[in-house]
């Protein structure tokens, strides 16, 4: 008797990855910075980010995003200085919100909208993310804030202020697509007929009618590959005779889970490392599954026999699960 947990896009938001680490270059226009030469404004960064020319570099300090299309916020250290004589005006902690398309920092104890993104391409490198080509423009309010400063009227709403690349790291992954394989052991499936206990799916879990497995659709999950630790999430469930179980989670950490509705009711001990592998975004893992004391005791109360033993192997699991 098998079971097959099936990795699918989310129903509702897709999952985010944190960030930690990458760079945001911004590349800035021309035009604007002759224009700010000549009313007498420089600009210059503050640590760690950097400016080179007319290249400005941003190390990224956190945020998150869907990797598959970067929406999502992105955090930065450092900033920018523009001074002009003995005036100056800091921006740092530069955020991009990429779903929004706005960029905000601080300015002294204010945060402000600097101005808006627009355009930029997404492109995949393994689980990796990177944007280029996003236009940044400077907004009404910020333009106003920078000409009061100065005493100028070179600051124009929607006045380009150059071409962004972001490339993030994550060391986390989120699922798309893939399936979970349960697969129960002959004393499992013999017991269960003997009793009489018939398995059944619930929708929108499917049975497959050649192999008498049962299909759940996962709803989300994200994993950390640095620790093997986070959560596959799923829709649907099983009935076993009366007892329903429903939305099953497989949870990595120290040690990996299988939980449903009513709490975990399983470990499942791997039978060796995950692989992983970045060039076809996909996740492979296989173990063991062994009944918890919950679940044994609840399943031998429910049917009157004292068939399930705590830390009974009554499955393997195999995960073969693609990110987003």
Do not use: C, W, Y
């Amino acid at each position: 008797m098998a079971a097959t947990f099936a990795v699918a896009a989310p129903a509702n938001a897709a999952d985010t990855v944190e960030l930690d680490g990458g760079t945001t270059t911004l590349k800035l226009d021309g035009k604007t910075v002759r224009a700010l030469r000549s009313a007498g404004i420089t600009v210059a960064a503050n640590k760690p980010a950097k400016v080179s020319g007319t290249t400005a570099r941003f190390p990224i300090s956190g945020g998150d995003i869907d990797p598959a299309n970067a929406k999502g916020t992105i955090a930065h250290k450092g900033g920018l200085t523009l001074r002009m004589g003995r005036t100056k005006v800091a921006l740092t902690a530069i955020t991009l919100n990429t779903g929004k398309k706005t960029v905000t920092a601080k300015s002294g104890s204010r945060t402000i909208t600097v101005g808006s993104l627009s355009g930029g391409k997404v492109s995949r490198d393994g689980f990796a993310t990177s944007v280029a080509g996003v236009k940044v423009k400077l907004g009404k309010a910020a333009a106003g804030t920078l000409n009061r400063a100065f005493g100028v009227r070179t600051f124009k709403s929607g006045l380009a202020l150059g071409t962004a690349a972001v490339d993030p790291t994550t060391d986390e992954i989120a699922f798309d697509r893939g399936s979970t394989t349960l697969t129960f052991n002959a004393q499992t499936a013999g017991g269960l007929r003997a009793l009489g206990v018939n398995v059944a799916p619930v929708a929108p879990a499917t049975a497959d009618p050649a192999t008498g497995g049962l299909i759940f659709p996962v709803t989300g999950g994200v994993v950390n590959t640095t620790n093997l630790s986070g959560r596959i999430t799923h829709s649907g469930g099983l009935t076993l005779g009366t007892l329903a179980l429903s939305d099953p989670v497989i949870t990595l950490g120290s040690t990996v889970t299988l939980g449903v509705n009513l709490g975990t009711i399983a470990d499942i001990a791997l039978s060796g490392a995950p692989a992983i592998d970045p060039a076809t975004r996909t996740v492979r893992v296989a173990g063991a599954v062994r009944l918890n004391e919950f679940a044994a005791t609840a399943l031998n109360q429910l049917f009157g026999r004292p068939i399930f033993a705590p830390g009974a192997e009554i499955a393997t699991a195999s995960l073969n699960a693609t990110a987003r």
